[in-house]
Nanobody, 124 residues
Framework: QVQLVESGGGLVQAGGSLTLSCAGS????????VAWFRQAPGKEREFAAA????????YYTDSVKGRFTISRDTAKNMVYLQINSLKPEDTATYYC?????????????????WGRGTQVTVAS
């Protein structure tokens, strides 16, 4: 069974940076693609970024390209999401998800495992 635990969220000023962490456990985690989704109040959960099992390939939704960087430390079973130039519209709960999917999968229901999320609030 794969378990995911996010951390690193908080309250930051617009223009600042934040790095979110996702700690994975379970024997199969190392073979799964991992993605970050986010959900703002009253909105649907949306895909932000994904990384393949090896960490060598990444994929971003257009709206975050240039500001978000996803990375993976396979030795530590960790996936990170660095967010730069934070904007108030980045305020959301950020979720880590993993699954046996292609790296470009943006549909939330196709991911098998989810963390509980970490809240990011950006003050203007």
């Amino acid at each position: 069974q794969v378990q995911l635990v996010e951390s690193g969220g908080g309250l930051v000023q617009a223009g600042g940076s934040l790095t979110l962490s996702c700690a994975g456990s379970g024997r199969t985690f190392i073979r799964l693609a991992v993605a970050w989704f986010r959900q703002a109040p009253g909105k649907e959960r949306e895909f932000a970024a994904a990384i393949n099992w090896s960490g060598y390939s990444t994929y971003y939704t257009d709206s975050v390209k240039g500001r978000f960087t996803i990375s993976r430390d396979t030795a530590k079973n960790m996936v990170y999401l660095q967010i730069n130039s934070l904007k108030p519209e980045d305020t959301a709960t950020y979720y880590c998800a993993a699954g046996s999917v292609i790296m470009t999968e943006v549909t939330a229901r196709r991911y098998d495992y989810w963390g509980r999320g970490t809240q990011v609030t950006v003050a203007s």
